[in-house]
């Protein structure tokens, strides 16, 4: 079984950065491949980012790129998200999942496992 939980979030004024962390448990972390997504209430939960399980291929949502930086160190089981240039419309509850199906990820698709979430608000 593998645990995923999301920190870093917060309040920050438009134009900051904030970098989130995804630390993962359990033996079978460092072999998924990771992700990034982001919902407001009311929403449909939106794809962010993705990860392969070595560190390769990160891919951004159009909305991101250019402004976001995923990575990861497998040696502490723990995803990043660098947001830089935020705005007000990058807040919501953003959330980091797992997968052992790379293309799941990239497809906003049925994760095997998810984070709780963490809280980004973005001020204008």
Known sequence: QVQL???????VQAGGSLRLSCAASGRAAS????????QIPGKEREYVAAIHWDGGSPDYARSVKGRATISR???KNTMYLQM???????????YCGAD??????????????WGQGTQV????
């Open 5 to 11: 939980v999301e920190s870093g979030g917060g309040l």
């Open 31 to 38: 072999r998924l491949s990771m992700g990034w997504f982001r």
């Open 121 to 124: 608000n973005v001020s204008a």
């Open 73 to 75: 160190d497998n040696a």
């Open 84 to 94: 830089d240039s935020l705005k007000p419309e990058d807040s919501g509850v953003y």
């Open 100 to 113: 052992g199906n790379y293309y799941v990820i990239l497809g906003n698709g049925n994760l095997d496992y």
